[in-house]
């Protein structure tokens, strides 16, 4: 390693970027709004990519639609060249070194004019493209460095290349990190002891924090390569590091959550009787096993926490109102929260049929309950006439408050950020028994990824669709079979079923290939002269929304033209045909979500997914899982193995924790040893070096 820069300011990893060498105040109010404020942050952010610049490839080793090389030369011209567009401009250069020259383009980087001059000597990495000749479309580009400790850490070695942040340029970004891994690195406490590394074949955490920077200072090959495959000893031992982190959380959230008291909620023989009298059909043997799991929970004295997870339509809600009925029996309240009004109102219709005669009032409440009814809701709620409230975010605000708490009933959690999640427990009375937690997801997760997702749940797992759910034939056409597609449509409404037609735009767009509903459903409409043809999405005002929604279940409306927006939130039995354009466009779990929008009734339902002229056969072959399977958690399993955690489920919408390394699917090994060495560490009271702050999010409730 060089020398490190010079500057008294102790580097500790908790010293704070402001004040260090090169880092005024301005420059670090916009690295913290970035995320980065203590040298442990400079430390965790990993490069994107690293460069060889110890083997420069040569101008002439460029090849059209060939690998990215890193080249270095002199800029033999260069100009700005402004356009028509407002803020849109060009810079042309040309890179010259022994074996002939390259144009370079940069679009809308004027700055670059400010160095990137006749005579400057600079690295450029990018891939070569055929325009007319040989160009290199926005390479990375960095100018040679005149002083000897950035040269030692810029040329000659392995680079890391980060992502670009607000006033902190590379070669100040690796001077700090170089002087991070050097002084700050060796200060971390390292959980693991030389016998644990060694069972776990781990390296230790300094060396491999310095390996994930600069590839060959520990000892190994100067090849950037082997750190980015998943075999790294070093960023296994990253990922197993923040795995780690992750249930050393969990599993003190779960200590947390026992050791506060919840009240026992028992059945006996009549509370069984009368529950069994309720149900319109028998349970399947999962929704069984559901059901013993949770009343486990609710009689231990300690708050449940459970996720109830199964298909579309595996019966999940039916699972929730019993449950409801038998808090009620023993005196306590329920609340069940849902992300829509639409899917609130369902809940609540079904609570209604399944109650009628149980002694157990619902209720509904979602902000268009105003005035008197509102008052006198809310008055029989705080008085406990109401056992199950069922709404939306309204039963969040105040003065929503219960007499007796005793179930929260959460439905497509992923819908509701962490704060809110948390806000409705408050929502009771003095009692000083923390209610129990019902989570419900009809989003399928393999069991590997549910012990990331909700590590500090306990997981039941509804795997049977109950009687009346029919089976939905799927199938892959290309574009020259969309008008035997829509023949079939017709002839579906024409027996009495509706459909729906799915599109991935809202409007059309010049870069973007895919059907709009703008423009679709005028389309849809003369293909099927006579019919009514609605239109649904996300960009229509709520209201607006809700009556489309509701005219279709109502069956003012046989064709229905949206967006995913019917992802969630739809239920009509009468619904039998799914038509998806431009399928390619689309996840497979999420066009699995959608296939759930149908077969929900008596009736044989179809899904056909069209795919455009441009579907790639990786597309294609993605489309074929789903027409060769109706298992949501088999479709789940495969959208991850091809897409990841973090892209197929999406980490912000779904909760997953903000893993910056680690794969729950790859390295699900290391989940599960990560697991199991949580539950030592807290038995010897080891602390977590990292703990808050690699992986849990602003907001994370304790």
Known sequence: MPRPARGREPFDPGTALDGLPGIGPARSRALAEAGLATVLDLLLELPVRHEDRARFARVAD???????????????????????????????ATLEDESGSVDLAFFSQPWLARWLTP???????????????????????????????????????????????????????????ARALTEAAPKLPDRLRPEDAAALDLPPLAEALREAHFPGIAGGPPDPRPFRERTSR??????????????????????????????????????????AAMLPFPLTASQKQAIREIGADLRSGHPMARLLQGDVGSGKTIVAVLTAVLAARRGFQTALLAPTTLLAEQHAETAHRLLSGS????????????????????SALSEGEIGLLVGTHALLERPVAFRSLGLVVVDEQHRFGVAQR???????????????????????????????????????????KPPGRTPVATAVVDEGRREEAYRSLAADVGAGGRAYVVVPLVEESETIEGRSVAAWTEEVARRLAGRRVGALHGKMRAEARETAMRRFAAGEIDVL?????????IDVPEASFLLVENAERFGLAQLHQLRGRVGRGARASTCVLVAGSGASPEALSRLAVLAGTDDGFAVAEEDLRRRGPGEALGTRQSGLPGLRIADPIADRDLLERAKAFASALAARGAAAPFEERLILRPGDPR
């Open 62 to 92: 460029l090849v059209a639609g060939g690998p990215p090389l890193t080249l270095f030369g002199t800029i033999t011209a260069a100009r700005l060249v402004r356009t028509r567009r407002r803020g849109f401009s060009i810079y042309e």
């Open 119 to 177: 005579g400057a000597r600079a690295f450029v990495h990018g891939r070569a493209v055929w325009k007319r000749r040989l160009v290199l479309e926005s390479p990375h580009v960095e100018a040679e460095p005149e002083d000897p400790d950035d040269a030692a850490l810029s040329v000659g070695r392995v680079v890391p290349i980060y992502r670009s942040l607000p006033g902190l340029p590379p070669r100040l970004r690796r001077r700090l990190v």
């Open 234 to 275: 070093h960023l296994r031992r990253l990922a197993f590091e923040e795995l780690l982190e992750l249930q050393t959380a969990l599993a003190r959230r779960r200590r947390e959550r026992e050791a506060r008291p919840a009240p026992r909620i028992e059945a006996d023989s009549s509370v069984r009787k009368a529950l």
């Open 359 to 378: 002694g157990v009032t619902p209720a509904l409440l979602t902000g268009r309950v105003t005035g008197r009814p509102r008052a006198a809701l809310l």
């Open 422 to 464: 948390a806000a409705l427990p408050a929502r009771t009375s003095a009692r000083r028994e923390h209610p129990h937690v019902l989570v419900l997801s009809a989003t399928p997760i393999p069991r590997s990824l549910a012990l990331a997702l909700h590590g500090d749940l306990d997981v039941s797992t509804l795997t049977e």
């Open 561 to 569: 033209v949206a967006t995913t927006v019917v992802e969630v939130g």
